[in-house]
């Protein structure tokens, strides 16, 4: 009789446990299909500190060479000796030979002199 009552929960944790592991399987976020050759497409044109209207930033300009859509997430570390700054952001280019298909990241800066770091990842669209 207890060996009956043991196997009976047993199995009742197990249907209980597959139901909830199954569904936060369902609900699972999927996983970013960041691609190498969706990055290659996108190609740097300027990056650095630019001025414009008395107003200094760090600015990323970025074209996309191929004939397909692509999106960029967009990751940039600024230290000065004032501030200490991290974005994140997401650009969206048009494919080749669509307008606009330059596109630019700019972050806001206290001043023109620092060091910077920026990374993207991207995947096509």
Not at 4 to 20: K, M, P
Not at 31 to 45: I, L, S, Y
Not at 60 to 85: G, M, P, T
Not at 98 to 106: A, E, L, V
Request: charged share 20%; net charge positive; glycine share 8%.
């Amino acid at each position: 009789m207890l060996k009956r009552r043991f196997v009976v929960i047993a199995t009742i944790v197990g249907v209980v446990g597959a139901l909830t592991g199954g569904s936060a399987l369902l609900l699972w976020p999927e996983a970013d299909n960041w691609t190498e050759e969706a990055k290659a497409c996108v190609a740097n044109k300027y990056a650095g500190y630019w001025e414009s209207s008395g107003k200094y930033s760090f600015k990323l300009d970025y074209e996309n060479a191929c004939d397909r859509k692509v999106s960029c997430a967009i990751d940039v570390q600024i230290n000065n000796a004032k501030q200490s700054i991290k974005q994140h952001g997401v650009l969206v280019f048009a494919p080749r030979g669509q307008t606009p298909t330059p596109n630019s990241y700019s972050v806001p800066v206290t001043s023109l002199v620092g060091s910077a770091q920026a990374d993207r990842n991207c995947r096509f669209v």
